[in-house]
């Protein structure tokens, strides 16, 4: 966050080099935690291959809202008509 607040692209050079600087890369779990981060990061240019996962995430939680609506206005309905 840091490196970003700087205008700095938050790569892992960049990001090792501010928690470096920091004195807290051993803390934070070195050199394997910082590749674990950055292997569990959408970066901006691979932004193509995450879109249609996201566009598919948030059509399916449309559809579940949908279907949620129509569920709890049957339930309603059900309940006005005792």
Known sequence: MRAI???IQAD???VR???E???EY?????EEKLKEV?????????????YPKLEEARY??????LASDMVHKARDRELKLD
């Open 5 to 7: 607040a700087k205008g």
């Open 21 to 23: 600087g920091a004195g």
């Open 38 to 50: 950055a292997a569990s990061c959408a970066a901006h240019n691979n932004w193509k291959r995450y």
């Open 60 to 65: 399916r939680r449309s559809l579940e809202y």
């Open 12 to 14: 892992i050079i960049n």
């Open 17 to 19: 080099a501010e928690v």
């Open 26 to 30: 051993e803390q934070i779990g070195g």
